[in-house]
């Protein structure tokens, strides 16, 4: 299984960048900061976190002054800062960087869709909400990002404390999918065939995707091209059985009024 950390990918992109404006080949600047040449393609990969005093090598061979090392700082900031279970934690970087989403849920609203009552019901403590409400963000960037998410019809009509919380998230759902860049999808009660978790795909600007998929026990994130081509199959499985988005507008005004008021 091929995993990504897009924070350590941004770092080896800089190396790459800057290795490649001075003129050097891998080979050559891993003698010049005395290491071997699979460990600069390792590092240039974003397969590894090298040391700081190796970046501050990077930025003398390089002749870069301090832009690796201060790289380096803001990437383990970043590790710290981002308070996410275990096995979501590479994930949340490519997220944020996505051009464009994708997403299937069956249980619940999506993450990104979910609002700040509601989210507290799920989660465990305040800084899980917090984050959840940070993450949103993305939402008001501007160039927001495309972000189609389909759900199953069962998550409009189970309750997440209470009907008020509810019928407030219902509302908000409608509100969103009336915006520009966001597509919301409600999959009828109904088998589906190769349905077999819920997803989401980050698409980035430079078209490279990366796919998260909730397990039993956590969850994976992957940029294998085979388990990315079966989940962008079952995405479009999803969409082709989905009430497109005024149909689904008016599925979630009536449970809204059939359950929530």
Not at 97 to 110: D, G, I, K, N, P
Request: aromatic fraction near 8%.
């Amino acid at each position: 299984m091929q995993r990504i950390k897009p924070e350590f990918q941004s770092f080896g992109a800089e190396v790459r960048r800057l290795r490649k404006a001075a003129g050097l080949n891998q080979q050559r600047l891993a003698d010049l900061v005395n290491v071997t040449r699979s460990y600069i393609t390792q590092i240039e990969a974003g397969r590894t976190r090298c040391r700081r005093e190796t970046a501050l090598r990077l930025d003398r061979a390089l002749k870069s002054g301090t832009a690796l090392v201060e790289a380096w700082d803001e990437l383990l900031e970043s590790i710290k800062s981002d308070k996410y279970p275990e096995f979501f934690a590479n994930f949340p970087k490519a997220e944020q960087s996505a051009s464009m989403l994708r997403a299937y849920e069956e249980r619940v609203v999506h993450g990104l869709f979910q609002t700040e009552d509601y989210a507290r019901v799920l989660l465990s403590d305040e800084d899980a909400v917090k984050n959840r409400m940070r993450r949103q963000e993305i939402l008001e960037r501007d160039p927001a990002p495309a972000v189609t998410v389909v759900m199953d019809e069962t998550v409009l009509y189970r309750e997440v404390g209470g009907k008020e919380v509810m019928r407030e998230q219902l509302e908000y759902l409608i509100e969103l999918s009336r915006r520009e860049k966001i597509n919301i999808q409600i999959t009828p009660i109904k088998y589906i065939r190769n349905i077999w978790a819920t997803f989401v795909v980050a698409t980035l600007p430079d078209q490279r995707q990366v796919v998260y998929t909730a397990k039993a026990y956590g969850g994976e994130t992957s940029t294998s091209p085979t388990e990315i081509a079966l989940v962008n199959e079952t995405m479009a499985t999803l969409q082709a059985e989905a009430l497109n988005a005024s149909d689904t507008r008016d599925l979630i005004r009536k449970a809204i009024k059939e359950r929530w008021t």
